[in-house]
């Protein structure tokens, strides 16, 4: 079967045993497959799914879906950034701040400033590594 994309201005063939489908159905199944198919990909770069916490069934489902709640959340806060971040970096960034109190759209707007800001902000805290106590 072959689709033509007006857009592309290029000829797909698709070999198919779907005879009952028309090649336009079968161009857009592939191409919903193939989203699936990098959205697999991103999961199991940026998420730990090598090994699960649980060794059953209902365990293992809860950690898939955990991380797929988790990159989607990612997805959202990418989308809401002016700044430009690779998702792997942005990733990154985020697991390594996942316990400091911090605004997490500004500071991946602007990281330097941030924690520079967020440093900044009470000096009569204690400091843990300060020579100076």
């Keep these: 079967?072959?689709?033509y994309d007006s857009k592309k201005d290029k000829?797909?063939?698709?070999?198919?045993?779907?005879?009952?489908?028309d090649a336009e159905q079968i161009a857009l199944i592939y191409k919903?497959?193939?989203?699936?198919?990098?959205?697999f990909k991103y999961l199991k770069q940026n998420f730990p799914l090598k090994y699960f916490l649980?060794?059953?069934?209902?365990a293992i489902e809860i950690q898939i879906w955990v991380a797929n709640i988790a990159m989607?959340?990612?997805?959202?806060?990418?989308?809401?950034?002016?700044?430009?971040?690779?998702?792997?970096n942005m990733v990154s960034m985020v697991r390594f701040h996942m316990m400091s109190y911090i605004c997490l759209i500004s500071f991946l707007n602007d990281p330097e400033?941030?924690?520079?800001?967020?440093?900044?902000?009470?000096?009569?805290?204690?400091?843990l590594f300060d020579s100076s106590a």
């Design 1 to 3: 079967m072959a689709y």
């Design 11 to 21: 000829v797909y063939v698709y070999i198919s045993n779907q005879l009952e489908l």
């Design 32 to 39: 919903k497959r193939w989203e699936i198919e990098v959205f």
């Design 54 to 58: 649980g060794d059953n069934q209902n």
């Design 72 to 88: 989607l959340l990612l997805q959202v806060i990418k989308k809401a950034l002016k700044r430009k971040w690779a998702f792997s």
């Design 113 to 127: 400033k941030s924690w520079i800001k967020q440093n900044s902000t009470n000096p009569n805290q204690f400091k």
